[in-house]
């Protein structure tokens, strides 16, 4: 009674265009070549094997330098903030082959931010600053400065 059902409901769906009968389409066809089942000879079938190889292998290889120029600019980020190192970055950049350097998008950012600090530290830079602070900032900042030193003479020369 069960087979019964089972074969009934079995027909009933593979009627409907679902696919049920997917048993009988085996014991029919009876190849189990998979060249044939895709319509193409076995040359065909065994050069398309090989490009979908290759294929896998070059998105592979671009998923492996992408993950390892992510690794790269996190390995940057916590150099530049002074963070703790990973362990795993490290790993990705080695399995990439250590050939791995910063995206160029982010070389040009990184190299722009590296200029604008260099210019802050120089003393065009302190001077471009100055203009942009107000006198009487200029002016506590120098009284400020001069007791500082005052006091640290002071306390160094017993005679003054």
């Given at each position: 009674m069960?087979?019964?059902?089972?074969t009934m409901i079995s027909n009933q769906v593979k009627n409907l265009g679902?696919?049920?009968?997917s048993e009988e389409k085996k014991e029919e066809g009876g190849t189990s070549d998979p060249a044939a089942a895709?319509?193409?000879?076995r040359e065909e079938y065994e050069e398309y094997q090989?490009?979908?190889?290759e294929e896998k292998m070059e998105r592979d290889a671009a998923f492996t330098q992408k993950k390892a120029e992510r690794a790269c600019v996190r390995v940057?980020?916590?150099?530049?903030?002074r963070l703790p190192k990973s362990e795993m970055?490290?790993?990705?950049?080695?399995?990439?082959?250590d050939d791995v350097d910063l995206p160029e998008d982010l070389r040009k950012m990184?190299?722009?931010?590296q200029e604008e600090e260099e210019d802050k530290d120089s003393i065009l830079g302190q001077l471009q600053n100055l203009q942009n602070m107000d006198l009487d900032?200029?002016?506590?900042?120098a009284q400020a400065t001069f007791t500082e030193m005052k006091q640290t003479a002071e306390q160094k020369c017993s005679v003054m």
């Open positions: 069960a087979f019964f059902m089972k679902f696919g049920g009968g895709q319509g193409m000879t090989k490009q979908m190889i940057h980020l916590r150099e530049k903030y970055d490290e790993n990705q950049i080695q399995m990439a082959g990184v190299d722009e931010d900032t200029i002016k506590e900042k």
